[in-house]
């Protein structure tokens, strides 16, 4: 049976940065990633956010090319009117709350 | 001086195969979870965190704790008591009144949600009671849990949603491409779920449209959303990407240049 995980953008970042504070996740995300049983969700937001890096310039692979594989690679979930909706009265209820919406 | 508010909570173990115990992991992690709730109602009521809470007694003979609730920091009381206010909201949830609740009471709904799991399973039911005036004892069963999950949905469906028309991209397979009619149609089956998309693709050529057939696809597209459904009832096709053959994400590593904002930078 398929897991599904969901990485939010600072994950990705994380391990396309191969971030050495967290080693010890890398080897967790790589793994999930080579396992066929592991199904990744994302949003479309996170690859927004990733593709605010740009791509080093010594390096041939175009920035084309990375959004292919991420698009295949990843389960994008898309980000329609319906998500913004709920996700502003979401942030509206907990800035209630918290007086913040910041963690 | 106003006194501490306290609340008593008693757990009844399966009486079918161990006499009535409760598994101490069942006791702790309802503990935790109550606490968890009380807080959240404290917060919701006052705006902020204004009580805490500790075991103020545990009984002998029975899996029964008293918690006490008491004002943190000492000399600031707020104003409403988060264990009343905790059982005024199971008192509505049993009501079964689900009118009474809206978008905004999802997270205590979910987190009483939470205190319900295993009912039946780890433990028979449960009681909680503050034991005061204009107080109800609440109690913690299948009947409560179902009340519970049943008031989550209510409310998710009182969610107004979108009704017009954006331009929006989606990713899946192109299928069942029928050009019988003046106006070609196709079914895009999303990668997520694979839920299915009616598309109108009037603005694609007859050639995009037999090369994209049965191929991972990036579509834009005018989505027509109706107020009824979350995702759109149908997609007027603007433009087909095909997909390439994906490499490997770990290719990528390192070769992003990728700056994180500081924490002043996003405030």
């Given at each position: 049976?398929?897991?599904?995980?969901?990485?939010?953008?600072?994950?990705?970042?994380?391990?396309?940065?191969?971030?050495?504070?967290?080693?010890?996740?890398?080897?967790?995300?790589?793994?999930?990633?080579?396992?066929?049983?592991?199904?990744?969700f994302?949003?479309?937001?996170?690859?927004a956010?990733?593709?605010?890096?740009?791509?080093?310039?010594?390096?041939?692979?175009?920035?084309?090319?990375?959004?292919?594989?991420?698009?295949?690679?990843?389960?994008?979930?898309?980000?329609?009117?319906?998500?913004?909706?709920?996700?502003?009265?979401?942030?509206?209820?907990?800035?209630?709350?918290?007086?913040?919406?910041?963690? | 001086?106003?006194?501490?508010?306290?609340?008593?909570?008693?757990?009844?173990?399966?009486?079918?195969?161990?006499?009535?115990?409760v598994s101490?992991?069942?006791?702790?992690?309802?503990?935790?979870?109550?606490?968890?709730?009380?807080?959240?109602?404290?917060?919701?009521?006052?705006?902020?965190?204004?009580?805490?809470?500790?075991?103020?007694?545990?009984?002998?003979?029975?899996?029964?704790?008293?918690?006490?609730?008491?004002?943190?920091?000492?000399?600031?009381?707020?104003?409403?008591?988060?264990?009343?206010?905790?059982?005024?909201?199971?008192?509505?949830?049993?009501?079964?009144?689900?009118?009474?609740?809206?978008?905004?009471?999802?997270?205590?709904?979910?987190?009483?949600?939470?205190?319900?799991?295993?009912v039946?399973?780890?433990?028979?039911?449960?009681?909680?009671?503050?034991?005061?005036?204009?107080?109800?004892?609440?109690?913690?069963?299948?009947?409560?849990?179902?009340?519970?999950?049943?008031?989550?949905?209510?409310?998710?469906?009182?969610?107004?949603?979108?009704?017009?028309?954006?331009?929006?991209?989606?990713?899946?397979?192109?299928?069942?491409?029928?050009?019988?009619?003046?106006?070609?149609?196709?079914?895009?089956?999303?990668?997520?779920?694979?839920?299915?998309?009616?598309?109108?693709?009037?603005?694609?050529?007859?050639?995009?449209?037999?090369?994209?057939?049965?191929?991972?696809?990036?579509?834009?597209?005018?989505?027509?959303?109706?107020?009824?459904?979350?995702?759109?009832?149908?997609?007027?096709?603007v433009?087909?990407?095909?997909?390439?053959?994906?490499?490997?994400?770990?290719?990528?590593?390192?070769?992003?240049d990728?700056?994180?904002p500081?924490?002043?930078?996003?405030?």
């Amino acid at each position: 049976m398929a897991r599904n995980v969901f990485w939010d953008s600072n994950i990705f970042i994380a391990f396309l940065k191969q971030e050495s504070a967290y080693k010890e996740y890398l080897e967790v995300m790589e793994d999930i990633l080579e396992t066929p049983d592991y199904r990744i969700f994302s949003s479309q937001l996170a690859l927004a956010e990733v593709s605010m890096g740009k791509i080093e310039e010594a390096k041939t692979k175009s920035f084309v090319e990375f959004v292919n594989t991420f698009q295949q690679t990843i389960t994008l979930i898309p980000t329609t009117p319906n998500i913004w909706i709920n996700a502003g009265k979401r942030v509206r209820h907990l800035a209630e709350i918290y007086h913040s919406v910041m963690p | 001086m106003a006194k501490n508010k306290q609340i008593h909570f008693k757990m009844h173990g399966l009486k079918k195969d161990t006499d009535d115990l409760v598994s101490p992991g069942a006791f702790g992690s309802k503990l935790v979870q109550l606490e968890k709730t009380l807080k959240l109602m404290d917060e919701s009521a006052n705006g902020e965190s204004g009580f805490n809470y500790g075991i103020k007694d545990l009984k002998i003979g029975s899996v029964e704790v008293v918690l006490e609730e008491f004002p943190y920091p000492p000399l600031l009381r707020p104003q409403r008591s988060g264990i009343e206010e905790f059982n005024n909201f199971a008192a509505k949830v049993r009501s079964g009144d689900t009118a009474l609740f809206d978008i905004s009471h999802k997270v205590m709904l979910e987190n009483l949600k939470d205190l319900c799991k295993g009912v039946g399973k780890n433990f028979s039911y449960a009681e909680l009671d503050i034991q005061g005036k204009n107080s109800t004892k609440i109690i913690i069963d299948e009947t409560f849990q179902s009340k519970a999950k049943q008031t989550v949905v209510e409310i998710e469906k009182k969610l107004p949603l979108f009704k017009g028309i954006t331009y929006e991209t989606h990713i899946g397979h192109l299928k069942e491409v029928d050009l019988r009619n003046e106006i070609p149609k196709a079914k895009l089956i999303l990668f997520v779920n694979r839920i299915e998309l009616p598309c109108i693709c009037k603005s694609i050529s007859i050639k995009t449209l037999c090369d994209s057939l049965n191929k991972a696809v990036s579509v834009l597209a005018k989505a027509k959303y109706d107020g009824i459904y979350r995702l759109p009832k149908s997609l007027d096709l603007v433009s087909i990407e095909i997909f390439r053959e994906p490499g490997k994400l770990s290719d990528w590593k390192g070769k992003f240049d990728i700056p994180y904002p500081n924490r002043k930078e996003v405030i």
